[in-house]
């Protein structure tokens, strides 16, 4: 809006350091190591919590370093804020809470608000039972519990044939009708969580006990978890739900592509019958490569790999080097399946010259922020600026393959940007177009490398480095280079076109999603 609009405001990029992003991430690790859980039993709700705080004090770091580095710098005399204070739910993009928090970190500012929107009180705590509607009782019946359909599961409902057995998976609202009838062809039953009125007098309610050295802070964390106490006591009451599934029908396997929260525990209740379970992460698990690095990428790791699962799949070498490197113990199996999620070329390693190139961001909304891995709004704006010069110089076509985070700014961005070619497209569609890809860290890297496309990981902040690759940008035939110099694009992308035989088996194993998927048959028959 500023840039659109040709007003002035304060880059952060020049006041936030590299310094700022690991200190918080040492805060945030301090702080996840307090957290004593009571009554929340379940691993999947646990690292939910982890995330909901983590979230927070994250924003909350954020606007306390940059309001003090811009005092120092200018001195500020008073603070405009909204006024505005709305909890709408857990994801929305209505919650507000900028205000409140900068008005009680600040105090000794004089503080003006241009509208007056007075804070609720916590929701009142409602506990209710659920039951699971939808699913047919069949006799001699087998059952596959997926998480979701997202993420290419449905590549799971499609190449997976299995006599006598269906797929059931919640009901999303966003799977149209014809696609809810060719689902149905391939034997998938959706259910629904149904609330009951009967309230359950034995729940015990949860309460989550952590310290943290500044009580302010502390206060806002505590208020954070009293705001989502009616989403972790539903989380909860769902599980009871899930546990009468596998009492009630013949699940013979659970696939699920995250960790927290009821997908989760899908995992779980399965390893905890002997079940077989595969956790299929829908995200990139590279190794680290120092102290900080390995706090980041575990708390990625987090969000996509349950180690209570039966069976984790490693579908590519980079998430292998992880394990090795990483994740050194897990409690689950290793299955190295290949690709299984990830879009891929399956027919040939094209080195046709589209002439086009792909950047593709991972970005977080500010109530979701996450540090030092992923790249800020201000640093997603600044290459866009640096993206459209190289496209102009090099008369280049850049195509920018924006997160969902930021889809709906895709008018202003196009209006600004007038070079580059933003798209909401699916990351297979637009890979078929392009000849090699830009990214700071992004699942996209490992579409890439299973499209036969190479990458550039382009690091102008010198902050972080995926995954292992080439730093010498003049060497020919690499998969993965690692830059941290604009000029130096340009010289990679002409080594790119020179190279011929790129080395994508370096990361990536051989065969393609349909057969690595057929193979877990005979896992879930056994």
Known sequence: ???????????????????????????????????????????????????????????????????????????????????????????????????????????????????????????????????????????????????????????????????????????????????????????????????????????????????????????????????????????????????????????????????????????????????????????????????????????????????RAGFVAVQSKIANEFFKKTYKKPKVKKICSGNLIFSENAQTKNKKINGKILYAVTLRNFQNLQFLGVEMFYEFISNLTFLEHFSKKNNTDVIVKLHPSAKDCINELKRIYPRLKFTNKKIDQVLKSVDFTISFSSTSIEDSLYFYKPVILFDQWKRYQHCWCEKNFNKKNEAIYYLTKKEEIAKCMETIYKSNNASFNKYIYPGVAKNNISKFESLIKN
């Open 1 to 307: 809006y500023c840039i659109e609009n040709k007003i002035d405001y304060f880059n952060p990029l020049q006041y936030l350091t590299n310094i700022f992003y690991k200190s918080a991430l040492v805060k945030s690790e301090k702080l996840i190591g307090s957290l004593k859980y009571l009554n929340l039993d379940h691993y999947s709700n646990q690292i939910e919590v982890n995330a909901i705080l983590r979230y927070r004090l994250y924003s909350i770091l954020f606007l306390e370093e940059l309001i003090i580095k811009i005092d120092k710098r200018i001195g500020i005399k008073k603070i405009v804020l909204s006024g505005w204070d709305e909890y709408a739910g857990q994801y929305s993009n209505k919650n507000y809470f900028i205000s409140k928090i900068v008005k009680t970190l600040f105090k000794k500012k004089k503080i003006i608000f241009l509208s007056k929107n007075e804070s609720l009180p916590a929701p009142k705590i409602t506990i209710h039972k659920f039951r699971i509607k939808g699913i047919k009782k069949r006799n001699n019946t087998k059952y596959i519990l997926l998480s979701n359909l997202g993420y290419n599961f449905f590549r799971i409902v499609k190449n997976l044939k299995i006599k006598n057995t269906f797929f059931i998976t919640e009901f999303d609202k966003n799977i149209n009708l014809i696609k809810r009838f060719i689902y149905k062809i391939l034997k998938v039953q959706f259910f629904k969580f149904e609330k009951l009125d009967i309230k359950d007098r034995k729940f015990k309610i949860p309460k989550i006990k952590m310290k943290y050295n500044n009580k302010i802070i502390l206060n806002f964390l505590i208020e954070r978890i009293n705001q989502e106490k009616n989403n972790i006591i539903q989380s909860i009451s769902k599980t009871e739900a899930i546990d009468e599934i596998f009492t009630q029908h013949n699940i013979c396997s659970v696939f699920s592509n995250m960790s927290r929260g009821i997908y989760g525990y899908y995992l779980e209740a399965a390893t905890k019958r002997k079940i077989n379970s595969f956790c299929i992460p829908h995200g990139t698990l590279p190794q680290h490569f120092n102290k900080h690095d390995i706090i980041y990428k575990k708390i990625i790791a987090e969000a996509v790999l349950s180690d």
